[in-house]
């Protein structure tokens, strides 16, 4: 009984787990349960929420369109029969390179700087070249040096074969001597003619050569301003291309500021509206308060078939008092119409109000309107349209110059929505 009772008084080993407290009570299984249902009950309120939302914020929000002024239409003088829009463009720009390949040692100008024609602008290692130089020097005059040795000779043979045909002239020599002499001599004269010709030779060598050391000099063709700076010094330049993209293929670039003119793209169904030597009105986007007259140079007799266009180019008169035109600006050009003389005794057509871009016109059942923006609203307002301009139609009624209207928006754009301009 004893060793029973002893048994029992042991005391519990504490480092077992205790898998009870891992038992999950009935109040707290019901709890959780209940918590499960809820949240799967909330999704679909939650989804719906967000679906009311976003349609709410689409609604409410404002389409964004593009706007235009109605343009008003020059009352006297020349009307603008097309529009068309292009970059300014210079008839003489070069790219400078170099005639050899050679490495930069000198660099003697930078982008604005202006130029004269013959200006240095940069230099090329010529170390190379003027070793060529002395070496065909130096065979030019061992050449020369060898027709001195030669002519002594031949002097020397001339007597021999003097006194040989004296002898054989007496009688005391022979024939066969007389003809050594006279060969030996020939044979003088002979080498003295080739040794010129290889002085000739080396001497072109050395033209040659010097002109290597002079195209490592790179100047200005003709006179201008650099806008583009395109190698440095210790860099590798060449007058074509080579591999690996470490050598250069131009040293500079430089515009004539003064061969400056327009080229313009018109669409090839309004080309028949332009003509060599008519008027046109430009005006740069850089600065659209400046109107530029000039007048078509030439119609570039070929088409793009990808974009349907016809290149022409625009010079400008009195260039020099245009100092802000600038390669590559944006412009944009009225080609006028001839001033034809106004026919008596007939009745004169509706005369436009108003120039507006053609896309800012719509259609509705074979009617033309427009969406005009007043406070932040468009409303509808349809018009009578009148001949087209290349880009602009002419408005005759329901239009006044200066009235904003929409050239580009949704399709889905009705009368009283409000919008938002486009910057």
């Known amino acids: 009984m004893s060793n029973y009772g002893e048994s029992l008084a042991m005391p519990v080993d504490s480092s077992k787990p205790d898998l009870g407290s891992l038992r999950i009570h009935e109040g ?14 909330s999704i679909p309120v939650v989804i719906f929420g967000a679906i009311v939302a976003t349609a709410f914020a689409l609604r409410s929000q404002k389409p964004v369109v593009e706007v235009a002024t109605a343009a008003k239409p020059n009352g006297e003088g020349p009307q603008t029969a097309l529009n068309a829009s292009g970059y300014v463009t210079p008839r003489r720009r070069a790219t400078i390179a170099a005639k050899i390949t050679g490495r930069v040692t000198g660099v003697f100008f930078d982008e604005g700087t202006r130029v004269k024609e013959g200006q240095l602008l940069a230099t090329l290692d010529d170390s190379d070249y003027k070793r060529a130089v002395d070496s065909a020097k130096a065979d030019r005059d061992a050449s020369q040096a060898a027709i001195a040795d030669l002519e002594v000779q031949l002097r020397n043979a001339e007597i021999q074969l003097k006194r040989a045909q004296q002898l054989h002239d007496s009688g005391v020599q022979t024939q066969e001597a007389l003809d050594n002499a006279r060969t030996a001599a020939d044979s003088f004269r002979a080498k003295i003619a080739l040794t010129k010709e290889q002085v000739a030779a080396a001497q072109s060598r050395i033209a040659v050569a010097q002109q290597a050391v002079d195209n490592c000099v790179i100047r200005a063709p003709f006179p201008g301003i650099v806008v583009s700076k395109d190698a ?71 088409a793009d078939r990808q974009k349907a266009t016809v290149k022409v180019r625009i010079s400008i008169p009195n260039l020099e008092k245009y100092d802000f035109i600038l390669p590559d600006m944006g412009v944009k050009v009225a080609f006028l119409e001839p001033e034809k003389p106004k026919a008596k005794g007939k009745e004169k057509g509706p005369e436009a109000v108003a120039f507006i871009p053609k ?60 919008v938002e301009i486009r910057q």
Do not use: C, W
């Not at 707290?28 to 009950?41: E, L, N």
């Open 28 to 41: 707290q299984r019901s709890k959780s349960g209940i918590g499960k249902k809820v949240v799967y009950a």
């Open 359 to 418: 896309s800012a016109v719509r259609s509705d059942s074979n009617a033309s309107f427009v969406f005009l923006l007043r406070d932040g609203k468009v409303e509808r307002r349809a018009v009578s349209l009148g001949l087209d301009r290349g880009t602009d139609v002419a408005v005759v009624a329901g239009l006044t110059p200066g009235d904003s209207i929409v050239v580009k928006g949704p399709e889905s754009l009705r009368d009283g929505d409000k």
């Open 232 to 302: 440095q010094v210790g860099e590798m330049v060449s007058p074509v291309s080579a591999g690996g993209g470490f050598t250069r293929t131009g040293i500079a670039t430089i515009v004539d500021m003064h061969s400056n003119e327009f080229e313009v793209d018109v669409n090839e169904s309004y080309i028949a509206r332009v003509q060599t030597g008519q008027d046109v009105k430009a005006v740069l986007d850089a600065y659209p308060d400046k109107e530029i007259p000039a007048k078509v140079r030439t119609v570039i007799p070929t």
